[in-house]
């Protein structure tokens, strides 16, 4: 079918990608095509401006562990930001620590968007006026 056609032209794909840098993963280890749908999806989503959607995606891709859950972290909170819910942008990356890598250069990454939407979130907050 079509579909197997696909799928092994991914697998060859990956396979000659790994070869090309001395790695090859094991079967198995290789992300589900949905959980790379699933994210791909929200990007597309968040394009055309479907921004509810987006979110919906990129919550789904945190959940099912995708290989980009921590990345769809990052964009749900930018998405947040950009939708001047800030506050609730910086609660989502607090609450969802736990998927970023505990790589250097991730945690610094993270640390980074941390601070910048914490110091985001106090100036929209000093911006809105009192009623």
Same mark, same amino acid.
Request: no cysteine.
């Given at each position: 079918s079509a579909k197997r056609r696909r799928r092994r032209a991914a697998a060859l794909q990956r396979?000659?990608? !790994?070869?090309t840098v001395g790695f090859e993963a094991p079967p198995g280890l290789e992300p589900p095509e949905e959980q790379q749908d699933i994210y791909q999806?929200? @990007?597309?989503?968040?394009?055309?401006?479907?921004?509810e959607e987006a979110l919906r995606?990129?919550?789904l891709a945190i @959940?099912?562990?995708?290989d980009k859950a921590e990345s769809a972290v990052k964009d749900a909170a930018?998405?947040?930001h950009s939708l001047g819910r800030?506050?609730?942008?910086?609660?989502?990356? @607090?609450? !969802?620590e736990g998927v970023i890598?505990?790589?250097?250069?991730?945690?610094?990454?993270y640390e980074n968007l941390l601070d910048n939407f914490?110091?985001?979130w106090k100036e929209d907050f000093n911006d809105t006026p009192d009623y």
């Open positions: 396979q000659s990608m !790994h070869s999806a929200a @990007k597309q989503a968040e394009v055309q401006q479907n921004t995606l990129y919550k @959940k099912a562990q995708s930018g998405l947040l800030s506050a609730e942008g910086l609660a989502f990356l @607090k609450e !969802h890598s505990t790589s250097p250069t991730s945690r610094r990454a914490t110091r985001l």
